[in-house]
């Protein structure tokens, strides 16, 4: 009896794995997590150096060159990081026998994406107009709304790294002259942090 119990159980949680695979996207990697946080921590100290003079960013007036390059930064250190994401996404499903672009994914990117765009297009004017302080907290709590929307689709400990960027973000209007830090840390150390918490959990 104790026997069939047991199997029972086992099926249970077998059917359970099989339903959770078909709805969300399980093939995040926590590697990747780790290496976008490393790339967001060699673009911050980029742009420190960059705006090394703090009163060209408190008085938002960029000099020469210096939003083109800023633009430059953000674009490698965006392109690292979704590259290495997908690279190891696209691994560890194989690993798992799974597909890698299936429906939850698209859920997924799609419920990302109405903030990921809004908050990007909200940066660029930003950038045109030369409120640099503001560009990071956007870009922090428009991150964090989008992720806060995608954990619906993934693993449900990303709504609690999504809010806690949007804290950040909020946090760094408040306090403007230290907005590249609190940007560093969010999309620097939060990343690694929680790249080596989804490694920890889930790819053990």
Same mark, same amino acid.
């Given at each position: 009896?104790?026997?069939?119990?047991?199997?029972?159980?086992?099926?249970?949680?077998?059917?359970?794995?099989?339903? $959770?695979?078909?709805?969300?996207?399980?093939?995040?990697?926590?590697?990747?997590?780790?290496?976008?946080?490393?790339?967001?921590?060699?673009?911050?100290?980029?742009?420190?150096?960059?705006?090394?003079?703090?009163? $060209?960013?408190?008085?938002?007036?960029?000099?020469? $060159?210096?939003?083109?390059?800023?633009?430059?930064?953000?674009?490698?250190?965006l392109v690292l990081a979704i590259?290495?994401?997908?690279?190891?996404?696209?691994? +560890?499903?194989?690993?798992?026998? $799974?597909?890698?672009?299936?429906?939850?994914?698209?859920?997924?990117?799609?419920?990302?994406?109405?903030?990921?765009?809004?908050?990007?297009?909200?940066?660029?004017?930003?950038?045109? +107009?030369?409120?640099?302080?503001?560009?990071?907290?956007m870009t922090l709590i428009f991150y964090g709304l989008?992720?806060?929307?995608?954990?619906?689709?993934?693993?449900?400990?990303? +709504?609690?790294?999504?809010?806690?960027?949007?804290?950040?973000?909020?946090?760094?209007?408040?306090?403007?002259?230290?907005?590249?830090?609190?940007?560093?840390?969010?999309?620097?150390?939060?990343?690694?942090?929680?790249?080596?918490?989804?490694?920890? +959990?889930?790819?053990?």
């Amino acid at each position: 009896m104790k026997r069939k119990e047991e199997d029972y159980m086992q099926d249970l949680r077998e059917i359970r794995s099989i339903m $959770e695979r078909s709805t969300k996207f399980l093939s995040l990697s926590g590697i990747s997590g780790v290496l976008a946080g490393l790339y967001a921590l060699a673009g911050a100290y980029l742009a420190f150096e960059i705006f090394n003079d703090q009163e $060209e960013l408190v008085h938002g007036i960029p000099v020469g $060159e210096q939003v083109w390059d800023l633009l430059f930064i953000g674009f490698t250190v965006l392109v690292l990081a979704i590259g290495t994401a997908v690279l190891f996404s696209v691994r +560890k499903a194989k690993k798992r026998e $799974e597909k890698v672009w299936n429906s939850a994914a698209r859920r997924m990117l799609v419920n990302m994406a109405v903030p990921l765009v809004a908050g990007g297009i909200l940066v660029l004017v930003l950038l045109f +107009k030369g409120l640099l302080l503001l560009m990071a907290p956007m870009t922090l709590i428009f991150y964090g709304l989008a992720l806060y929307n995608a954990s619906k689709f993934t693993f449900s400990d990303v +709504k609690y790294f999504g809010f806690v960027q949007v804290v950040l973000g909020l946090l760094a209007v408040s306090f403007t002259q230290y907005s590249l830090l609190f940007w560093a840390f969010g999309f620097g150390v939060m990343h690694i942090i929680y790249g080596i918490y989804v490694n920890y +959990k889930y790819e053990r």
